[in-house]
């Protein structure tokens, strides 16, 4: 059944599913300048509203990756999809800057989507491809762009920002049936072993944490910059509430549309090589900007961020083709780990650049820590790179059983 008609089936039903789910997920950042304009919030506590999302989509990645490895990704995506109706409709009640924080806190679920997914396609793709099918699903990312684009025109369409949350209940619902009646996990997919065994396994194998790593940079770099950049660019220069989630939607595009080609690079040359060059080159960029951050030029800075956007989501593509290939038994455990660690590397960025900004009046700071820890990446992979491409499972010691 590998790589068959069927499996291109469920592929494209997790692929949009994702879509569905991650646009949910970023219903609040593009409104984050009216926001902060209606409750006279300073950047530091508009930032943490952003960040708020990320968080527990970040914690909520591991236990997603477990129920998937053990219940499968239909029942698992059709509850996750149903859940995160709640804090949407919930959204649409609110009215005061603490309500807002508490909805987006468990509109983060949605943000777990991600991790559902890698499991329930890898298995159903041969090891070569692998990182072309999970570069694919990676595309869903582009949900973030479709809420960009949608939500402030349909706060103006449906008179306020009540009936533009309410909006994405339609999809949701809709999806969660979809996918429920069509989608099938993959034939003779592997038992696990117990979670404890599992667990334990795959923390002992430092090329659990070393993805992890890795994907905090990029994935959380990706989330930071596809939710802040509206903040961001609207504080850089004078851009209308338009302009600034139109750059946004562009960064997100780019990184999404990259993904699948970073999966590519990942099947014909190793991951490890790719991820080299873009961590070299995620370095270079936000060197730059953080050297434009003094006196910004609309025209670099744009093609700086996209050029950011297309290094980074190649990243993404690769990291998870080494994170099916290592650990075959344990990909939703292993998945889950290393997206936890990706969704908080987007928590954290929104809330250090807002205090950086507030502090010192500038994001040049803000800009060189996240250099600094793309240098760490690039180092570690320079010493540790042959290690990940080694072609025996990690996850072997787990004592997964057929």
Request: with cysteine.
């Given at each position: ?12 039903l ?19 300048r009216?926001?902060?304009?209606d ?10 509203l952003?960040a ?13 990756g ?14 996750l ?15 005061s ?7 987006a806190f ?13 499991p329930?396609?890898s ?16 595309v ?103 302009d ?11 990184a999404?549309?990259?993904?699948p080609?970073?999966?590519w ?8 090589k ?10 270079l ?29 190649i ?41 950086v900004?507030?502090?010192?009046g500038s994001?040049?700071l803000?800009f ?18 042959p ?16």
């Amino acid at each position: 059944m590998q790589n068959s008609r069927q499996a291109y089936v469920n592929l494209a039903l997790a692929t949009a599913a994702f879509v569905v789910a991650f646009a949910a997920w970023s219903t609040v950042s593009p409104l984050s300048r009216q926001i902060q304009a209606d409750y006279k919030l300073d950047n530091t506590a508009i930032s943490l509203l952003i960040a708020v999302p990320t968080l527990l989509g970040a914690l909520m990645r591991i236990p997603m990756g477990i129920l998937t490895d053990r219940f499968g990704g239909r029942i698992t995506f059709t509850a996750l999809l149903s859940f995160t109706m709640v804090p949407v409709a919930f959204l649409g009640f609110a009215d005061s800057y603490w309500a807002y924080v508490a909805g987006a806190f468990f509109l983060g679920v949605a943000g777990a989507s991600f991790a559902i997914g890698i499991p329930f396609v890898s298995r159903w793709f041969t090891a070569d491809k692998q990182g072309t099918a999970l570069g694919i699903y990676g595309v869903g990312n582009i949900g973030t762009a479709a809420a960009v684009f949608a939500m402030a025109p349909l706060v103006h369409a449906l008179g306020g920002r009540q009936g533009a949350f309410w909006f994405f209940l339609v999809p949701l619902a809709a999806m969660a049936v979809v996918f429920w009646l069509f989608a099938r996990d993959a034939p003779g997919a592997v038992q696990p072993a117990p979670l404890g065994a599992s667990l334990a396994a795959v923390t002992r194998v430092p090329l659990t944490w070393h993805l992890g790593l890795f994907y905090f940079v990029t994935f959380g770099g990706f989330v930071f910059f596809a939710n802040y950049l509206p903040q961001l660019l609207g504080d850089w220069f004078p851009l209308d509430r338009q302009d600034a989630p139109l750059q946004a939607a562009i960064f997100t595009m780019g990184a999404t549309f990259a993904r699948p080609v970073g999966g590519w690079f990942a099947d014909q040359m190793g991951g490890s090589k790719v991820l080299v060059w873009v961590f070299a080159f995620v370095v270079l960029t936000r060197l730059m900007l953080a050297w434009q951050a003094g006196n910004a030029n609309i025209v670099i800075v744009t093609d700086l961020l996209f050029a950011l956007a297309l290094g980074l989501g190649i990243g993404n593509g690769a990291i998870f083709k080494l994170v099916a290939q290592n650990f075959p038994k344990n990909t939703g455990l292993v998945g889950g780990l290393v997206g936890a660690a990706g969704g908080l590397g987007g928590f954290f960025p929104p809330i250090i650049m807002g205090a950086v900004r507030d502090y010192t009046g500038s994001y040049a700071l803000g800009f060189i820590i996240l250099a600094t820890l793309a240098v760490l990446c690039l180092a570690l992979l320079v010493i540790k790179a042959p290690a990940s491409e080694r072609p025996e499972n990690r996850d072997s010691a787990a004592g997964s059983r057929p």
